[in-house]
């Protein structure tokens, strides 16, 4: 089993849609996937479509509780979530200091690792309290890099929170920096893109960049991930995640799916 935390110093840069898009995705390639939410606001749990969050993380931490029987699942058999469950706003530091040295989350990895193939973490942003948790009981970590002047700006905490955790032996290392919120036809966001492409190491740049899209709003206001927002056919931003997951697979050590590779034009 494998795990990656998402995690972004700056909010708002589209990291909970990256986190749940990119973990329907894992899933429709055929990976066990459980996505697990630690940040207290509850942004996945908003993403249920009404569905009651329930004691999520939160009661594991409280009471216990045996994981499995807190995951949610759902309609795709490889995709389930654990949301954070209902933490008052009061009790969110406190809980956020109790995911910080990472054994919690560690014990839930253990519990389930033989049912899921990979584990995708989202983190509340900012390198404290859970994120700092997720970073230290993961393997492995990526970034949603927004294509704004401000994001390069954020960069170096970025690294050097990864860099700090490493030292001690363990924790996550970065696989790569998706650009996100991308403005093609906006030069001042395309220009911070091509400098990410020109100043960073080829390998830490996702080759899959995510469009600024309302569709993904759409999504959110929905419920769902892109994938299911429609019946007839799935938004084309669906696919970006598609490919980005694409990426993701053998940078975190998930092995390629034994029955992939071309198939013949005729039957």
């Known amino acids: 089993m494998k795990s990656t935390a998402i995690v972004s110093q700056k909010g708002g840069v589209g990291k909970t849609t990256l986190a749940l898009n990119l973990s329907y995705s894992l899933a429709n390639l055929g990976y066990k996937t459980l996505l697990v939410d630690?940040?207290?606001?509850?942004?996945?749990?908003?993403?249920?479509?009404?569905r009651d969050p329930g004691g999520g993380l939160r009661s594991i931490i409280?009471?216990?509780?045996?994981?499995?029987?807190?995951?949610?699942?759902?309609?795709?058999?490889e995709f389930s979530i654990l949301p954070v469950?209902?933490?008052?706003?009061?009790?969110?530091?406190?809980f956020c200091s109790l995911?910080?040295?990472?054994?919690?989350?560690?014990?839930?990895?253990?519990?389930?690792?033989?049912?899921?193939d990979v584990i995708v973490v989202d983190t509340p942003s900012g390198f404290t309290g859970a994120t700092l948790g997720a970073l230290r009981a993961c393997d492995t970590?990526?970034?949603?890099?927004?294509?704004?002047?401000?994001?390069?700006?954020?960069?170096?905490?970025?690294?050097?929170?990864?860099?700090?955790?490493?030292?001690?032996?363990a924790g996550a290392h970065l696989i790569g920096l998706a650009i996100?919120?991308?403005?093609?036809?906006?030069?001042?966001?395309?220009?911070?893109?091509?400098?990410?492409?020109?100043?960073?190491?080829?390998?830490?740049?996702?080759?899959?960049?995510i469009p600024r899209d309302a569709v993904a709003l759409s999504a959110s206001?929905?419920?769902?991930?892109?994938?299911?927002?429609?019946?007839?056919?799935?938004?084309?931003?669906?696919?970006?995640?598609?490919?980005?997951?694409?990426?993701?697979?053998?940078r975190i050590g998930l092995q390629t799916r034994q029955d992939d590779g071309p198939l013949s034009l005729f039957a």
Not at 85 to 94: K, T
Not at 108 to 115: I, S
Not at 182 to 209: H, I, K, Y
């Open 62 to 77: 409280d009471s216990g509780e045996d994981p499995r029987s807190l995951i949610l699942t759902t309609r795709l058999p």
């Open 180 to 209: 996100c919120m991308l403005q093609q036809r906006n030069e001042d966001s395309l220009g911070v893109a091509e400098e990410m492409w020109q100043r960073l190491p080829a390998d830490l740049v996702f080759e899959t960049t």
């Open 221 to 250: 206001a929905a419920g769902v991930p892109l994938g299911l927002l429609s019946r007839v056919r799935p938004p084309a931003l669906s696919l970006v995640f598609d490919q980005l997951a694409l990426e993701v697979v053998p």
């Open 141 to 169: 970590a990526l970034s949603p890099l927004q294509a704004e002047p401000i994001a390069l700006r954020t960069l170096p905490q970025l690294l050097s929170a990864i860099g700090s955790i490493r030292e001690s032996g």
């Open 38 to 50: 630690t940040d207290p606001q509850g942004a996945i749990g908003h993403s249920l479509s009404g």
């Open 85 to 94: 469950g209902q933490v008052p706003a009061a009790g969110s530091h406190a």
């Open 99 to 116: 995911l910080e040295d990472g054994l919690c989350l560690q014990h839930l990895f253990d519990t389930v690792r033989r049912d899921y």
